[in-house]
């Protein structure tokens, strides 16, 4: 089955920096691959995804890169404010995959943005 | 966006007692949900994946007879942890989704946290 790999567990950067965090996974056949901001005792939020077909996503001030051939993907954050502070997790999935549709997800960065 | 409810948010119960959570997709129909469990500071657990009509397909290590999973219709699953104890206490937190051509998106309830004293 596919196993996520997440890198860092924490991390602490100054107002304004940018963050970035990686994750790899063991599926070539995952083609699908989310990322979830999670605040204390609340529910998982996508705050965006990747599909296969494409190396880059950006979203203002977020953005995710995918490289196929290495199996690993990265989440950047830029300017980033307080408010980011939180737990991302990055999840994979083969989205055709009927056997098991799942996300599996990685272990988590928690991250501190110093006002 | 699709909305997915859980109930209850929280839970505090005696050890050995059944407590029972559900979970709704509130303005579509989820061919699959699932659930998953959340120790403080880990990532979240798969525990099983509820497909409607039919039995759950559980993850290696959980017990499908202390964590009873019934998904009744395509809005409805509902997760009883049966004769709870305090190793139960977890957030509980249960996601749906329609899976259908490339589209795999999956929206999260709000989580229960469960408590067993």
């Known amino acids: 089955g596919e196993n996520v790999e997440q890198h860092p567990s924490t991390l602490s950067v100054q107002e304004g920096d940018s963050a970035v965090i990686k994750c790899t996974y063991s599926?070539?056949?995952?083609?699908?691959f989310p990322w979830y901001k999670q605040e204390l005792g609340k529910r998982p939020q996508l705050i965006i995804d990747?599909?296969?077909?494409?190396g880059e996503k950006k979203d203002q001030r977020i953005a995710v890169t995918l490289n196929k051939t290495a199996k690993h993907f990265s989440l950047h954050i830029t300017e980033t404010q307080p408010e980011d502070s939180a737990v991302y997790f990055c999840a994979a999935i083969h989205s055709m995959d009927t056997g098991r549709r799942a996300l599996t997800f990685g272990s988590g960065t928690r991250l501190q943005v110093q006002p | 966006g699709a909305v997915v409810s859980q109930h209850p948010s929280w839970v505090i119960c005696k050890s050995g007692t059944s407590v029972k959570i559900e979970c709704r997709s509130l303005d579509f129909q989820a061919t699959t949900m699932f659930w998953y469990r959340q120790f403080p500071k880990q990532s979240l657990m798969l525990m099983a994946t509820?497909?409607?009509?039919?039995?759950?397909?559980?993850e290696q290590g959980v017990e499908k007879d202390k964590f009873l999973i019934n998904h009744a219709s395509l809005t409805l699953s509902t997760l009883t942890v049966t004769s709870a104890h305090p190793e139960d206490s977890s957030f509980y937190i249960c996601?749906?989704?329609?899976?259908?051509?490339?589209?795999?998106?999956?929206?999260f309830g709000p989580g229960t946290r469960l408590t067993v004293l």
């Open positions: 509820s497909n409607e009509g039919s039995k759950a397909t559980y």
């Open positions: 599926d070539s056949a995952s083609n699908y």
């Open positions: 996601s749906a989704g329609v899976l259908a051509g490339g589209n795999n998106e999956q929206f």
């Open positions: 990747i599909r296969s077909n494409v």
